[in-house]
């Protein structure tokens, strides 16, 4: 027993290696057949403990069988079923598509213009609110102006950043 079996198998292996392909070809077809026989040598050659063996050649078909059933096995748990298929085909792109790109690009252009249309303090005090993300309060003492001030003057920005964005559609796309 140990390494002179485990020696004496793979060397039947490799002495009778185009009967056992042919015979294992019979019942897996021929690639199968051949990845079989060259995991069986190698599961041969990693194994711990070889047997010994009165049947070389029925042992080794029955240990290329064996890796074949376990490789189809582990194919068939990879393998994707038809309606998983169907549902990764069926995913949405969630990206915009070329006309939601340059209508996004255009209403950027037009808040732009717009921002540069507001008188500059307002301005810096919406872009302090709504960029930099000020609490009004520290607005108010930056300006020197009350809290309803720096209320009002963000509310008109808003008001006329929106107004300059939906009123530019129709002008943009005639």
């Given amino acids: 027993m140990g390494e002179k079996d485990r020696a004496s198998l793979l060397r039947h292996l490799v002495l009778r290696y185009e009967d056992l392909a042919r015979r294992l070809a019979r019942l897996l077809g021929p690639a199968e057949a051949a990845e079989a026989l060259q995991d069986t040598y190698l599961r041969i050659g990693q194994a711990e403990i070889v047997p010994a063996i009165d049947d070389p050649e029925a042992y080794l078909l029955r240990v290329a069988r064996n890796v074949a ?42 808040l732009a213009v717009a921002l540069r249309e507001i008188p500059e303090r307002r301005r810096a005090i919406f872009l302090a609110a709504r960029v930099e993300g000020l609490p009004h309060q520290l607005i108010a003492d930056r300006f020197g102006v009350s809290l309803r001030t720096v209320a009002n003057e963000i509310q008109r920005a808003l008001d006329h950043c929106a107004r300059a964005v939906e009123n530019g559609a129709g002008r943009d796309r005639g």
């Fill in 69 to 110: 059933i376990g490789r189809r096995r582990a194919y068939a748990r990879q393998r994707l079923d038809d309606l998983e298929i169907t549902r990764l085909l069926n995913i949405e792109d969630e990206a915009p598509g070329p006309a939601a790109v340059v209508d996004g690009q255009l209403r950027m252009e037009r």
